[in-house]
């Protein structure tokens, strides 16, 4: 490896820190400050679902476009941006993945490079394609929304989240047909493409990789001219079978084609104002691409076609490169992902001892503090007892003193009235007369007793 090579690699990655990705809340209309590469400020409706999830993919502080991504079949749904005019291919590039897709809590938020994502992010790779899904396959990572396509001289089209399997021939000649209809079909009917909306798109088959990453049916393109007077929208769509063209179609045909039947531009693009004549060079030259794609897979050979040939026809994707195809490549991605997979089981099987150690202190310390406040609990309920039992006590005294004293009282006014016979009337307790204290026979009693002077008395007493 030569020294330009080393100092490329450098460059690339000082490079992997100015490249961002944000996934967007669901609180968040649309897809934030990513609103502006949509028809009126507005995504696509009817395409969203529950697996899905927002990014707005961002480069050096700005975003350059928007994805959709599918986390079930992990593949985009759709990847949307304005056209542009291609910025010179900078460093070699490298795959890229957002944490945040397969680990919410992650503190990384910025897309970055798989293995240094290895070790700070759980269940890497459970929502998402990973690098290692495409080693040893027939298929390779092809980008929705093309690097040659992009303005950005960064390219921050080079993340997995805008990726979905491409067997290298169809990926090429994928990259080549969006070349030549953007240079020579689309961008010069729009006011050289500054009011150019674009939207791709993949359609997921039942095929997957390795059975994980699933393969495109077909895959789709939707364009929006939104120049006053003068606007019109196109709609394309390739199978991905070996030997297939791509097919023009109208925007509201592309729609019934798509899952859900989905509006992809508000007001269908200014429908009543769009303009014919433009729509119909427009096609012209679309033939001219589809007539070179017929030719180039008769003559077996998937070359650039040479009466479409377009400034972006040399930039071929990265992928192709002799270099990154070469057997050492392979072979050491085929030596690194057993380790990689070695170390993101070793660090599952730590956080999960973590984990359970931890659940497990905090059930003892339930456990405890519950038995604690059991405890606790009954000795106060045992001491309110006792101190209501004595309170009870305590307000009965005066009662019972009362009690006491009226038998006292009672006491001494009998024996007053004892005293006093010779007046019983002046007795409160005793109302009887006298002669109904003498009633009882006192026949059988001695009669000293029956003459005694307080013998009237002690029978009141009894």
């Known amino acids: ?5 080393w100092l490329a690699l450098g460059g690339l990655l000082a490079l992997a820190g100015l490249l961002e990705g944000r996934l967007v809340r669901k609180e968040e209309a649309g897809f934030g400050e990513c609103n502006r590469f949509f028809y009126a400020g507005t995504p696509p409706a009817g395409l969203a679902a529950a697996a899905h999830v927002k990014i707005c993919q961002r480069s050096e502080g700005a975003e350059r476009f928007a994805t959709l991504y599918s986390t079930g079949d992990r593949i985009p749904v759709y990847s949307a941006f304005r056209a542009a005019h291609p910025a010179p291919l900078g460093a070699e590039q490298r795959w890229l993945v957002e944490p945040q897709i397969d680990d919410p809590s992650s503190s990384l938020e910025e897309v970055t490079d798989e293995a240094d994502a290895t070790s700070s992010v759980n269940n890497l790779g459970s929502k998402q394609a990973l690098n290692a899904d495409y080693l040893g396959s027939d298929y390779q990572t092809g980008q929705l929304y093309p690097f040659s396509l992009s303005s950005d001289p960064h390219t921050a089209t080079f993340t997995l989240t805008n990726a979905a399997p491409m067997t290298p021939s169809f990926q090429k000649q994928w990259y080549l047909t969006l070349n030549s209809l953007m240079d020579l079909a689309l961008s010069p009917q729009c006011g050289n493409g500054e009011e150019l909306y674009i939207l791709t798109g993949a359609v997921p088959s039942d095929l997957k990789v390795k059975d994980k990453v699933t393969i495109p049916e077909f895959v789709w393109l939707a364009a929006c001219c939104a120049v006053p007077g003068g606007g019109w929208a ?9 030997g297939e063209v791509i097919e023009d179609v109208m925007v509201k045909e592309l729609e019934k084609l798509l899952p859900f039947n989905p509006q992809l531009f508000q007001d ?9 004549e433009k729509m119909k060079k427009i096609l012209e030259m679309v033939n001219q691409v589809q007539d070179e794609e017929r030719r180039a897979h008769t003559e077996g050979a998937s070359r650039t076609p040479s009466s479409t040939r377009s400034s972006r026809s040399a930039l071929l994707p990265p992928e192709t490169s002799g270099e990154k195809s070469s057997l050492l490549g392979k072979l050491l991605g085929f030596i690194a992902t057993p380790f990689i997979k070695l170390c993101q089981l070793i660090y599952c099987l730590a956080i999960g001892i973590l984990k359970y150690t931890v659940y497990f202190v905090w059930y003892v310390t339930k456990q405890v503090t519950y038995g604690l406040e059991s405890c606790l609990y009954r000795l106060g309920s045992a001491t309110i007892s006792y101190f209501l039992a004595i309170g009870e006590e305590l307000a009965s005294i005066p009662w019972k003193v009362l009690k006491v004293m009226v038998r006292i009282t009672r006491a001494i006014l009998r024996i007053l009235c004892c005293l006093l016979k010779e007046d019983l009337s002046y007795c409160p307790e005793i109302s009887q007369p006298k002669r109904a204290l003498a009633s009882p026979d006192t026949s059988l009693q001695p009669k000293s007793h029956r003459d005694s002077p307080g013998h009237d008395c002690l029978l009141g007493l009894h």
């Open 268 to 276: 269908n693009c200014g429908e009543m104002e769009q303009d014919t």
């Open 234 to 242: 196109m709609g394309f769509v390739k199978h991905t079978r070996d």
């Open 1 to 5: 490896m030569g020294p330009a090579r």
